[in-house]
């Protein structure tokens, strides 16, 4: 079974930065796909970037060239790296494992952009 857990979420101005990990447990980490989703309130869960068992990334328009995923395959943990937070980025941020047919989920990590 994988378990995910999702840490550095913060408040922080707007301008400002954070970089939030995502531990997983299990034997599949260096072989899935890894994401980043986030949900604002009253918005659906929207994906923001994810990185294949390869390396090769992918980033929702809004986030590209602010963001950057990443993945350390030997500590079983995901990165994102956040520039240039805005408010529109306001939203809990979840972190998904992809193996095959079989999806996991963190239980999220609140980041908030306000001055």
């Known amino acids: 079974q994988v378990q995910l857990v999702e840490t550095g979420g913060d408040l922080v101005q707007p301008g400002g930065s954070l970089r939030l990990s995502c531990a997983a447990s299990g034997s599949t980490f260096s072989a899935s796909s890894l994401n980043w989703y986030r949900q604002a309130p009253g918005k659906e869960r929207e994906l923001v970037a994810g990185?294949?068992?390869?390396?090769?990334?992918n980033y929702a328009d809004p986030v590209k060239g602010r963001f950057t995923i990443s993945r350390d395959n030997a500590k079983k943990t995901v990165y994102l790296e956040m520039n240039s937070l805005s408010p529109e980025d306001t939203a809990v941020y979840y972190c998904n494992l992809k193996f095959y047919s079989s999806y996991y989920w963190g239980q999220g990590t609140q980041v908030t952009v306000s001055s």
């Open positions: 990185i294949s068992s390869r390396g090769i990334t």
